[in-house]
């Protein structure tokens, strides 16, 4: 359920204590369509004049997605020349691998009891992205002990079913509905029903755990988490934001959903003093980009992930404005 009117307002003002220098200041936007997308856009820069976050800029305030999937939309096709949109897999953090593509981010939480599988890649995706990429970085993927499903979208839930079915992972996803609900969405196998993650459930896995919550908006079952890794043994904080675009129905009721599970994890984020954020899909982040340039890092540079909690913030700020936009769109066609 959204939350009241009252909360959502605190938590948006504790999110706004951590405003980049060179931002507008939430009383200077204007509560206009204009205004917030303006504001939206502003966010983006970065580092040495390099926007870390020119991709989520790009797909929910310059081009969003409206609309949620119908469960009987058709299944996805297997693409002959799919493969030459996979990336190496990497090493990102000591304890911490990625896989995917320029579009796709999955992430391997290793522990001294096996491995968290965060997000799952497309349906025929899975093998050779996941599985494969795990075995080219010497991991096993039968030491997957959990997977941890974001929301029930086919880039992060396609190949749950695989993991479940031949290693015998347990799934956890707030979405089952929406997943058992897709008709025609998993060719190879649909995941049966397993863990239903709840607000602040903790997956504890030898000495790695992450918090989930919920924060539905992008789907009714969306949920993001809260975990630490560490780079040459330092530990940080990452936020795991478990959805983005705007691909659900687009009426007031859902967006005041939206924004107020976007401030709900903004806050959880400052509290936890995240300086890392990412999520499942790798333009949003910059994911795929920033993890080449590690082999060429040097000693006393900071990890590309690691942008600090201001820049954390600014994620955050870019869906609430872009966000806010929307509505106001919705508001000005008539909608409610």
């Known amino acids: 359920m959204p939350l009241s009117i009252c909360k959502a307002i605190g938590l948006l003002a504790f999110v706004l204590l951590l ?26 820069g970065g580092r040495d004049n390099t926007p870390d976050f020119y991709g989520l800029v790009t797909a929910i305030c310059v081009a969003p997605q409206r609309g949620a999937p119908a469960p009987d939309a058709p299944a996805p096709r297997e693409e002959p020349n799919r493969r030459a949109a996979y990336m190496a897999p990497k090493k990102a953090f000591d304890d911490v691998c990625w896989m995917g593509t320029e579009g796709v981010s999955a992430w391997l939480l290793t522990s001294s009891e096996g491995y968290i599988l965060y997000d799952t890649s497309n349906v025929y995706d899975a093998e050779d992205v996941l599985v494969g990429g795990m075995k080219k970085l010497g991991l ?10 974001s929301h029930g979208h086919r880039g992060e839930s396609g190949g749950a079913y695989l993991f479940q079915s031949r290693y015998g992972a347990h799934i956890v996803t707030a979405d089952w509905d929406l997943i058992e609900g897709s008709v025609y969405g998993y060719p190879t196998g649909k995941p049966k029903r397993d863990v239903v993650a709840t607000d602040g459930m903790k997956i504890t896995l030898g000495d790695r755990t992450v918090t989930l919550y919920l924060t539905p908006g992008h789907t009714p079952g969306t949920i993001s988490g809260i975990f630490q890794v560490h780079d040459h043994g330092k530990p940080l904080t990452v936020v795991y934001s478990g959805g983005t675009e705007f691909n659900f129905p687009n009426d007031v009721a859902h967006f005041d959903q939206y924004l ?13 003093g995240a300086t890392i954020i990412i999520n499942n899909q790798s333009q949003f ?29 600014r994620y955050f700020r870019i869906e609430d404005e872009c966000a806010q936009a929307q509505r106001l769109k919705v508001i000005a066609q008539g909608g409610h």
């Not at 982040?285 to 913030?313: C, F, T, W, Y």
């Open 19 to 44: 405003p980049p220098a060179n931002a507008q200041s939430p009383e200077s936007v204007p509560d206009t369509i204009e205004g917030h997308l303006a504001a939206g856009k502003n966010l983006a």
């Open 140 to 149: 096993d993927p039968a030491k997957v002990k959990y997977v941890i499903v």
């Open 260 to 272: 107020a599970s976007e401030r709900k994890l903004a806050a959880l984020a400052i509290k936890a």
């Open 285 to 313: 982040n910059g994911a795929a980009d920033k993890l080449r340039i590690l082999a060429d890092r040097q000693a006393s540079e900071r990890h590309p992930l690691d942008v600090g909690a201001q820049a954390v913030a």
